[in-house]
Nanobody, 111 residues
Framework: VQLQASGGGLAQAGGSLRLSCATS????????IAWFRQAPGKEREGVSC????????TYADSVKGRFTISRDNAENTVSLQMNSLKPEDTGRYYC?????WGQGTLVTVSS
C-alpha cells in the first residue's frame, strides 16, 4: 500500500494550495480518508476526513470554511483544497487510510 501526497509548497497568507493524495495497493473507495498536519514543534493533528462514499465530511475548527476535501474513487485520489491560507497552516500534511500514512507534503505559508 502506498499513499503519495503532493501539492505542497510556499504560499503567501491569503493564498491557496491544492494537495492531492494518490493511493495504490488498496481500493480507496472502501475506506475513509483523512488529512493530518504537523506543525514544527507541535503534535500531529487531524485536518479533515471524508467517508468512503463521500457522504460525510468533517473539518477541524481551525480550517472550516477555508479547506475543502474531496475524493475521486475512480482515480484513487483524495484532494484538499486550501484557501485563505494563514501562517498557522504551515506544516507537513499527511494523508491517511486506516493504518497507512503517506510521507507527507510540506506547506509553508508566509505572512
Amino acid at each position: 500500500v502506498q499513499l503519495q501526497a503532493s501539492g505542497g509548497g510556499l504560499a503567501q497568507a491569503g493564498g491557496s494550495l491544492r494537495l492531492s493524495c494518490a493511493t495504490s495497493g488498496l481500493t480507496p473507495s472502501l475506506y475513509a480518508i483523512a488529512w493530518f498536519r504537523q506543525a514544527p514543534g507541535k503534535e500531529r493533528e487531524g485536518v479533515s476526513c471524508i467517508t468512503s462514499g463521500g457522504g460525510s465530511i468533517t473539518y477541524a475548527d481551525s480550517v472550516k470554511g477555508r479547506f475543502t476535501i474531496s475524493r475521486d474513487n475512480a482515480e484513487n485520489t483524495v484532494s484538499l483544497q486550501m484557501n485563505s491560507l494563514k501562517p498557522e497552516d504551515t506544516g507537513r500534511y499527511y494523508c491517511r487510510i486506516g493504518q497507512y500514512w503517506g510521507q507527507g507534503t510540506l506547506v509553508t505559508v508566509s505572512s
